[in-house]
Nanobody, 127 residues
Framework: QVQVVESGGGSVQSGESLTLSCVGS?????????MGWFRQAPGKEREEVAA????????WFTESVKGRFTMSQVKSNDTLYLHLNNLQPEDTAMYYC???????????????????WGLGTQVTVSS
């Protein structure tokens, strides 16, 4: 049974950085998949933030975080990292790690397609 577990959230000031971690042995179970992050702010819908697309080893970021967020992956410890730089108050949300299988592009990385969700980690940014 695949599980994904996030950690690394916290409360920071505007302009500061955080690194989120997601641990999950996804690689051993699936061929092509996408693994990445969603976030949900109070009163808003869950939105896609970033994903690794294993089919072509590419990454995708939503427009609002491009240039500020990056990802890295260490397969030896089954961990995906989301590096959040220059955080802004509008980045405040619960961040969820997620896995989508049969994922061939960023268009497949949607909440309805997620088969494994983490419990989430809170990121709070104050101005």
């Amino acid at each position: 049974q695949v599980q994904v577990v996030e950690s690394g959230g916290g409360s920071v000031q505007s302009g500061e950085s955080l690194t989120l971690s997601c641990v999950g042995s996804v690689y051993y179970y699936y061929g092509s998949y996408c693994m990445g992050w969603f976030r949900q702010a109070p009163g808003k819908e869950r939105e896609e933030v970033a994903a690794i697309i294993t089919l072509n080893n590419s990454t995708w970021f939503t427009e609002s975080v491009k240039g500020r967020f990056t990802m890295s992956q260490v397969k030896s410890n089954d961990t995906l990292y989301l590096h959040l730089n220059n955080l802004q108050p509008e980045d405040t949300a619960m961040y969820y790690c997620a896995v989508v299988v049969a994922c061939y592009g960023d268009g497949d990385f949607k909440a309805d397609n997620v088969i494994h969700w983490g419990l989430g980690t809170q990121v709070t940014v104050s101005s």
